[in-house]
Structure formats: C-alpha cells, structure tokens
C-alpha cells in the first residue's frame, strides 16, 4: 500500500489579458440570473463547468491554460464575451426605475434587509430552502429595479449540507468546506485591512470579518468568525446553517442582529428602514437602541420608539421550527455581557421576547415589538398570523391587528427558462419592463400553440436527460444494477411518448405531506402505469439532519421507487439544489403540492413552475389561494383544520387522485393529430399569463417599497427629528398610557336601542373615567354594521368618532351625532383606545375597551 504523505498543489491559470474582465464577471452573482455570463463560462470547458458545478471564481482556478489561451484566439467566443460585457455594464449603468426613485430617493433613504441564510445560487451554498432563495432573489429584485439597499447575513464556511441518499433510502448529510476565495465574495477592507467588528459575548469577545458580496447594484455584508481573534470553537460558530444546538443558534444570531449592525455602522451607512426577514436577525434592534441612545444621548424607551418606527419585520412561516424560542437561562447567559455593557436592562429586553408571561424568549416576540411594521407572506398566512402573534396586541381583534401581507414572488430571470425568454423577445421584446402589469402578459396567447409547446417538450427533454444522469450517479454509486437503472428511466428517455410528468420537490418538511399521493397506492399504481397514458412522478429535497420524520418520508419514496410495479414511475433525486430546482420548475408537466393548510405560509416553487408554463396542482393554501382563479391550474380545497388529521389526509388526496385521474391525465393525452394537447396548451398559457406578472419578485420588492419602506423611513425620521422629539412624547405617553389604563372605563349614557327616521340622526353619548389621561389620550369611536346586508356591499364597518363633551363628577363625557349609515337594522358598536398623532400604527398599543 502506498503510505507516502500527499500534498496537494495548484496550478493555475493565468488569463489572458483580453479576458481580463472574466474575474469581474465570476464577481458578481449577476451571472446567477444572466445566462449569458454562465454560457460563456460553460463554453470555455463544458464538462469542468459541471464538474465545478457552475462556480465561475472556482472555474477560473482549474481551468487548463489552453483553454483560457484558445478562448482567447476564437473570434466567436471574443464577440460573445464583448456582447456579455456590454450587457453586464448596461445593467451596471441602469438607472433606478421611477417608481423606485419616487418613494425612496437614494438621496435620503436606504434599506437593510437582514436575514439568516441566501440563495443566490447553487455555487453559494449559503441558503438550506425557501426562506433564503425567497431571500436572494427579494436583493436581485432590488438590484433589477435600483433600490437604494444593502443586505446583511452569515457567511457560513460550510453551509447547509450536501444530501445523499444510500440504497436504503436512508439520507446521509455531508458537508463540505468552502474557502473564500472559491465562493463569490471579497472581504471588506478599511484603512488597509480586512474590516471586522466584535460583540461581548460570556467572557470574551467574539470577532468576526465582513465580507461582500456583489449582486448588481447592491451589496450583500457577511459575517464570518473564522478569524485569528477567536478560540478554536468560535471560529466554528459560522461553520453551518442551522446546525449545533441552541447554543450556537443564539449566539450565531447575536452575531448576525448585533455584529450586522455594527458593519453598517463602521461602513457609515445609515439605513433609513430596516427589514428583519425572520426572528433570526431581531437581536438588531438591540444593537440599533444601543447605537441611538448613545448617539442621541436618548433613554431606552425613546430609542426603542424610534427604532421600532423604522423597522419591519417579516414572519415566514405558522409552523413551531421555524420560529426560535430559547429558554429564559440561555438568554441571560448569552445576552447578560453583551446587554450589561450597553447600560439595557436585562428584564426590559426580556419582556421584549417573552410570549404568553412565560420562561422563554421567542424572536418571533422580539421582532413583532420591535417594530411597527409587520407582515405575513400572502393573504391566508397573514390572516393566520394575526391571531397566532395576537397576544402582542391582546384587546385587538386579530383581524385588525397590524399584521398585514405582501404575498411572495420569484425572480423571473432566475427561474424563467432561457428557451422562454428568447420566445417572449420574439413575441413581445419589451417584456422584462413589464413584469408588473397583469394585462401586458395577454401577449402569451398570440404565441402560436405549436410553437409553444415544442418549447416546452425541449425544456422536458433537457430535464429528463439531467435526471436519467442523475439517477445514474446516484444508483451506480449505490451499487444499484445496472438493469435496474435502465427500467427506472426508460420512461424517460421515450420522447416519443411524451409521458406526463408530474414534478415535487422541496424540503421535507413533514407538514408538506410528500407522501399523501400515495394514500391509495393501488389506485395510483393503476394510473402511472397505465400502458397508454403513463404518468412519472420526480421528487426530490432534503430533510433537516434532526428531522427525523421528515427523513423517514424519503425512505417511503425511496421504496416505493424501488418496487418493482412503480419502477420508473417514482424517481427520487438526491441534492436538490438550485440548479436542480430550474430543471425541474421547467420541465415538469405539473407541479403538485399538497400541504397541510394553512401551514405553507406561502411556497414559491409553483410560482417558478407556473413562469415556465407547468400547471400547478395545489391546496389551496399560500400563494396558490390567490393564484388559482379556476382556469390556471388545479385545486384541492382543503378540509376543515378542525377535522381528525387523519380523515383530512384521506379526503384531500382523494381530491387529489380524483383530479388526476378524472381531469389532469385525460387532459393531457387528449392529443390530436398535432401530437399534443390543445387544452393542455390553452391552461398553460392562461397559467403563465396570469401567474408571472403577478407572482414575481418585483412585484413583491415594489409592494415592500410602497408599503412599507417609504412609510418606515417616513416614520422613523418624524420620531428623530427635532433632536427625537417626537420618540420622547411617544415614550413618555405610553409609559402614562399603561401606566393608567387598567383603571379606565367607559359606559353609555341614557337608552341604547333607538328608532330614528332614515334622515335623522341618533345622539351617542358616553362617560368615561380617563384614570389621568386626558380626552386626547384617547379615541372613542362607534362602528355601525348593517344587519340585514341586503343590497348593501358588505364592507367594513362605518366608523364614527365621539367628541368631548365636557366633564362631570370626575367623569368626561363624549359624544357624536350619528345618521344611520344604512337602511333598516343596524348594530351600533362603541370602543376607546389609546391616540397619540405620532402612532405609527392606530392600534399599536395594543389596548381596546368596548362598552
Ligand atoms: C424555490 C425553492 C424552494 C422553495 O420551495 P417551496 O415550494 O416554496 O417550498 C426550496 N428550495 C429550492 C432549491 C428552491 O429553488
């Protein structure tokens, strides 16, 4: 046996100086949505670009000289990387689009989005799923459109893991170590060295160096603590995504929330408004209170106003993981140095956190308080939202609470298939400035059908090769016979047959029921393999490394794949990643996801799926119950969440093989003597018409910008002006406010119940016993609803404001003169709260009275 050490060494290429500007372009994940700049990588050495999976920075350290000098003689390459440089620096030149400029001129306002993890693309590892793609392409967005705005997270030396699954069925996590100079970051330098920034943590100090990422326009920071200044298990605290335990999940979060606002401050950037993307990145509004009390000479109280004034915070999900809940001991340990040298109060920065009065500490809380912008992820899961976070406003009805919604979106670029892109050009080149009006994308319908579909039929041929290759690899690695590979895709290499394939892949979440379709596996097994419409179904994605069930359902698909009646008919991929996600949204026939409502907050893979015309089949959960409008798609309509989950599951994929077998699969193969479906092409195209000007990532930046980042950067300078003014009002009030309202009450005074005629008015009066607050502390107000609606709209409630009247026996009275707003029966409702004209939000107190 050969015992000799081995060393390993590196040659590498030198480029040529008319490629000079390759490094510029492996720089910028730009090329993770221009497919010109990976083109032009991928022609210098195809099967390298493979082999490096599609990482430009490390394709240009193994790269064959010959190659790079080749290149650098062929006259057709050199005109395409001309062409791909002069695209590059037209993006780099655009202006911000006039919307943008309008709410948020770069003159007086910026935005920092913080989250824990980005999926830019596959050779950034950074990212385990869909709050980090959602992520990433929420910062290229804000780069296509020219925000004023700059992201904050973790750089992560290993990253989420890389997924194998073994003969068994078993998944095996492995991770792998990035160095920096193979992933697409430089570090930041500042008078001459590598910028990094320290938190206090239990008896030391934790550094960390910044790094940069370049995405267009913006800029993305990133923390690291792998650095010389730290113990040897600090250096680890970086190393992956959600793994460790509490321990390190805590303190990888101080470093994020806390450490991440440090960069901005040592970069002089001065966010106007401040995303949080998920409780993991709260711990900044820690810091940001620090920063403004000092900087201001503010007390805390006044601070937090300004600061919760100029944040928003984004919840991501209803399920219990996704939320951090740390018990009250780790807390104060973890927090204690940090918090004692920043002159906080550890019990004020715990009841920040602490939810239902309990020993624990939830980010979720943190974030909800600390700001006084939220929302959810589309229209259901903001409504779920409201009342799972209600107790933070505990006398607010959920559904007036202020949590609202923006429902996500993907970036076009990103997910939409070349192939689509070139045909739009054709068809209609004006289309990338479009993607926000719903009516342009009626251009889809003037694509000729036949033309149409053999787009798509080459974009399913590209993913069943990738997959059959796939598979190999997998299998052989396995010790899979080879005969056995060969029946698990003969299906899909017969093009002739064109076999529908039905596509599911995302983490293994158990909530996301992968295995509900195979509730009736007799009749399933009859509708796959039925010899004259054939159906395939691919899944694929990766459980957490502790999530066990979730593990167990890839060993249920993983044998069923292997069963000899469903061989070739049930794949399963290892190592779903992002390029394994633009094969598959493109390729597929139909996207299915059944989830358990109202737990996918919103999904966004059947968003990429619809852009590339594949149909989506759905609960009605998340984006899909605003998506789906009866003709784009199917529907599973899910059971009452009151039902035994047991039965919920039978009766949805009920619906679910119903849908298949009765519309989806009949549909289908109703093909003509063209070869295809006419009907099939006519739901495709009213799919891709209606979803991608609707479901896209700008649509989803610009709604933040108008809705919210204006109105942060509004509100939060209102409360800092005049040396914080208004903070300190605000403060001072509310602390008078709680201080006083459990002692206030209010009651009606003379006869409720009235008759008036339609042109009349009714007079409403009230006492109330203000406890200290005077009659502006508060307002009082009447809604009226109509009892019987009839022809009435069945809107919102009239609302009408009671006056002061004057004051009685330590009692003042309001009242107002109300005209019946509807005809007939009426209800008349009175209530009081808190007023105070610097409120971001009326309700935010989160105090209510009703007589
Ligand atoms: C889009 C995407 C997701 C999110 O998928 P959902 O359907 O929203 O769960 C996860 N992982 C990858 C790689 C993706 O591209």
Not at 299 to 325: C, M, N, R, Y
Not at 671 to 678: C, D, F, P, T, V
Not at 735 to 743: D, I, L, Q, Y
Not at 750 to 774: F, P, S, W
Request: glycine residues 8%; aromatic residues 10%; negative net charge.
């Amino acid at each position: 046996m050969d015992k000799a050490t081995r060393f390993r060494l590196e040659a590498r290429p030198r480029i040529p100086d008319s490629l000079e500007r390759l490094h510029e372009l492996a720089n910028d994940l730009f090329y993770s949505w221009d497919h010109g700049v990976r083109n032009l990588f991928a022609r210098i050495d195809q099967p390298l670009w493979q082999k490096v999976e599609h990482n430009p920075k490390l394709f240009l350290r193994r790269v064959a000289q010959e190659r790079l000098d080749e290149a650098s003689q062929d006259r057709a390459f050199l005109a395409e990387y001309r062409r791909v440089l002069s695209n590059y620096d037209a993006y780099c030149e655009s202006e911000p689009v006039p919307e943008v400029t309008e709410y948020l001129d770069p003159d007086k306002y910026r935005v920092a989005y913080f989250c824990a993890e980005f999926g830019l693309h596959e050779s950034f590892p950074i990212y385990s799923g869909g709050l980090g793609i959602l992520a990433g392409d929420h910062c290229k967005a804000a780069s296509d459109l020219g925000l004023p705005f700059v992201a904050v997270g973790l750089l992560y030396q290993q990253g989420y893991f890389i997924q194998s699954i073994d003969a068994q069925g078993h998944q095996i996590a492995r991770y792998q170590s990035h160095t920096s100079d193979e992933l697409p970051i430089t570090p930041v330098m500042q008078d001459g060295a590598v910028l990094k920034v320290s938190v206090p943590f239990p008896g030391r100090m934790l550094t960390a160096r910044v790094w940069q990422a370049r995405i267009g326009h913006i800029r993305l920071y990133l923390l690291d603590s792998h650095t010389e200044e730290n113990t040897a298990e600090d250096r680890e605290l970086t190393l992956q995504l959600y793994g460790g335990d509490e321990n390190t999940r805590i303190q990888q979060e101080m470093l994020l929330g806390i450490g991440g606002t440090r960069v901005l401050d040592a970069l002089g950037i001065e966010p106007t408004a401040w995303h949080i993307n998920e409780g993991h990145a709260a711990f900044q509004i820690l810091e940001r209170c620090r920063q403004t009390m000092g900087k201001h000479d503010l007390p805390f109280e006044a601070a937090f106003e300004a600061v919760a004034a100029s944040t928003l915070f984004t919840t991501h999900t209803p399920v219990p993981a996704g939320h951090d809940i740390f018990p009250k001991g780790l807390v104060e340990h973890a927090l204690s140095p940090y918090l004692e040298q920043s002159g906080l109060n550890f019990d004020q920065i715990f009841a920040l956190g602490s939810k239902d009065g309990g020993e624990s500490f939830n980010m979720t809380s943190l974030g909800l308080r600390g700001s006084r912008f939220h929302n959810g992820v589309s229209r259901i899961h903001g409504g779920v939202a409201s009342v799972m976070e209600g107790d933070i406003w505990p006398q607010i009805p959920a559904a007036e609470n202020p949590i609202g919604y923006i429902t996500n979106g993907v970036h076009v670029p990103t997910f939409l298939a070349p192939e689509w892109a070139s045909l739009f050009d054709i068809q209609s080149p004006t289309w990338r400035s479009e993607l926000r009006d719903p009516e342009y994308w009626d251009f889809i319908d003037q694509i000729p059908d036949y033309h149409y579909w053999s787009v798509h039929k080459a974009l399913k041929q590209q993913m069943g090769e990738f997959v059959v290759e796939q598979l190999r690899r997998q299998h052989e690695r396995n010790g899979t016979g080879h005969s056995v590979t060969e029946r698990m895709t003969r299906q899909l290499v017969s093009p002739d047959k064109d076999t529908l394939i039905i596509g599911f892949a995302r983490r293994f979440a158990t909530y996301k029921r992968a295995t509900l379709i195979f509730s009736d596996l007799d009749r399933l097994e009859r509708m796959l393999t039925d010899p004259e419409r054939p159906a395939i179904l691919i899944f694929a994605g990766k459980a957490h490394p502790r999530d066990n069930p979730g593990q167990h359902l890839i060993k249920v698909i993983h044998d069923l794949s292997m069963r000899p009646a469903l061989m070739g008919h049930v794949l399963l991929l290892e190592d779903y990643d992002q390029a394994m996600a633009r094969y598959l949204v493109s390729g597929v026939d139909v996207w299915l996801n059944n989830p358990e409502y109202p737990k996918e907050a919103s999904g966004t893979s059947g968003e990429k799926a619809a852009l590339n015309g594949a149909l989506n089949l759905s609960v009605l959960d998340g984006w899909w119950g605003e998506g789906y409008d009866g003709e784009n798609g199917w529907a599973i309509t899910p059971r009452d969440t009151r039902l035994d989950p047991e039965f919920r599951n039978l009766e949805e994929s009920r619906d679910l093989l119903d849908l298949l077998e009765f519309e989806i699969i009949p549909l289908y193969y109703d093909r003509a003597s063209q070869g295809y479906s006419k009907g099939w092409v006519k739901r495709s195209k009213a799919s891709m018409k209606t979803i991608t000007p609707r479901f896209n990532a700008q649509r989803m930046v610009m709604d933040y910008v108008e809705r919210y980042y204006h109105p942060a950067s509004v509100q939060g300078a209102r409360l800092m002006a005049n040396k914080a003014r208004e903070a300190r009002e605000l403060a001072q009030w509310k602390a008078k406010v709680r201080e006083a309202w459990s002692g206030v009450s209010m009651s009606v005074v003379g006869c409720v119940d009235a008759q008036c005629a339609y042109d009349e008015t009714v007079e409403l009066r009230v006492e109330v016993v203000l406890n200290g607050l005077a009659a502006e502390d508060v307002r009082i107000e009447c809604l009226v609803t109509p009892d019987c609606t009839g022809s009435h709209e069945a809107s919102g409630p009239n609302r009408f404001i009671l006056e002061k009247e004057g004051e009685q026996d330590g009692r003042t009275l309001f009242s107002a003169q109300v005209p019946p707003p509807y005809p007939g029966l009426q209800t008349l409702r009175l209530r009081m709260y808190p007023y105070h004209p610097a409120l971001t939000h009326l309700l935010e107190m989160g105090s209510m009275l009703w007589v």
